[in-house]
């Protein structure tokens, strides 16, 4: 009988510890990403966008924990400068100094912390702006802080 209590007591002293153990956290250490591969995905290397017209940015955003949020920049490439992230390369207008540039910068939260996101985003474009090559950046963070940019050459045409 004593045997059977002091096995009894080990067993219970044992399931007790390994009850509190604590499970590890685990720590995000991935990027998000940006998808704009599909045929509704807008703009995509290259694309033209006509001023005074409005259009919807549209991509696919991803993370393998949870999307926070999401944020667009549009500027002027008028000097050639270059932050692409794309293999093909645009054609290049004359570098010209800029009168009134586009500009846009906006920032989206991204709604109860998914893994998938749809981005859709409606943007105007001024009919007096400047046409010529502009940079269309797109910035995804996620909940643990992790971004990934993504840097599209576009043209503004008449």
């Given at each position: 009988?004593?045997?059977?209590?002091?096995?009894?007591?080990?067993?219970?002293?044992?399931?007790?510890?390994?009850a509190?153990?604590?499970?590890?956290e685990?720590?995000?250490?991935?990027?998000?990403?940006?998808?704009?591969?599909?045929?509704?995905?807008?703009?995509?290397?290259?694309?033209?966008?006509k001023?005074?017209?409005?259009?919807?940015?549209?991509?696919?955003?991803?993370?393998?924990?949870?999307?926070?949020?999401?944020?667009?920049?549009?500027?002027?490439?008028?000097?050639?400068?270059?932050?692409?992230?794309?293999?093909?390369?645009?054609?290049l207008?004359?570098?010209?100094?800029?009168?009134?540039p586009?500009?846009l910068?906006?920032?989206?939260?991204?709604?109860?912390?998914?893994?998938?996101?749809?981005?859709?985003?409606?943007?105007?474009?001024?009919?007096?702006?400047?046409p010529?090559n502009?940079?269309?950046?797109?910035?995804v963070?996620?909940?643990?802080?992790?971004?990934?940019?993504?840097?599209?050459?576009?043209?503004?045409?008449?």
């Open positions: 009988m004593q045997t059977l209590k002091k096995y009894a007591f080990m067993a219970f002293m044992l399931s007790s510890a390994i509190c153990k604590k499970d590890k685990s720590i995000d250490t991935e990027k998000p990403t940006i998808d704009i591969s599909a045929e509704t995905a807008f703009p995509k290397q290259c694309s033209q966008i001023r005074g017209s409005s259009f919807t940015f549209h991509a696919r955003l991803a993370d393998n924990v949870a999307l926070g949020s999401y944020s667009i920049n549009v500027h002027h490439n008028f000097d050639h400068h270059s932050h692409s992230t794309e293999v093909e390369e645009c054609t207008e004359p570098i010209k100094t800029p009168v009134k586009f500009t910068v906006k920032s989206v939260n991204i709604p109860g912390q998914p893994q998938l996101y749809d981005a859709q985003l409606q943007i105007d474009v001024p009919a007096d702006v400047d010529g502009y940079h269309f950046m797109i910035q963070t996620d909940q643990s802080g992790w971004s990934i940019q993504r840097g599209i050459s576009v043209r503004i045409i008449e």
